[in-house]
């Protein structure tokens, strides 16, 4: 027997399924949120990427590491359970901070953050809702690989400029590093909240 949700109705045909699925999605999205403070998430989340921001700008491994670590920092909220709002929110600030402080692109990363936010958290919930939740953690990698050569692609044409070899690297290390902070911000919980969806 066919299940019927609140989102569809009892006599719905093919033309019409698709669409109440898709628009079911964002109930999908607003309950895959945690039961954890608001508050502590918005502590905590601003602390690591205000760190991330430093990392940036001090560039402690010089030039060996091409990665960005605030655009990781935001990708990585945005593929965690913190509600949706906070995400937005947390990406324009830092994207403003990052404006502001350096990097000589004017108001990129302030556009730039809050749309990689809504790509990772919509995609990521409209995969999960078709019923892939067990492969959580690898879907979670593949969208964390398409937003970075997303980034790699709005930055080179903003600078007006393609390198294969630094897009290369920056991609791979990216990669392994979102991988490692994925581990780190999670490993301490028993159900691993970065590699399962509630």
Known sequence: MEKVNKFTHSKQRGAFRSADEWLSVQDFATRRNPSKSETTAVGSWSFALFIFLLLDLIKPFQYSLSCEFLFLGITLLSLSETPIWISLAMSMLFGCFRDML????????????????????????????????KYAFIIKIGIAAAAIIIHIAVNSFF??????????????????????????????????AGFTIK
Do not use: C, M
């Open 102 to 133: 350096s990097f000589g692109r004017s108001h990129l990363a302030l556009i730039e953050f809050p749309l990689i936010v809504l790509f990772n958290y919509y995609f990521l919930s409209y995969i999960l809702f078709t019923g892939n939740k």
């Open 159 to 192: 600078v007006n400029s393609f390198l294969p070899l630094y897009s290369l690297r920056f991609f791979f290390q990216s990669i392994v590093l979102y991988i490692l902070l994925n581990y780190l911000f999670y490993s301490r919980d028993h159900k691993a």
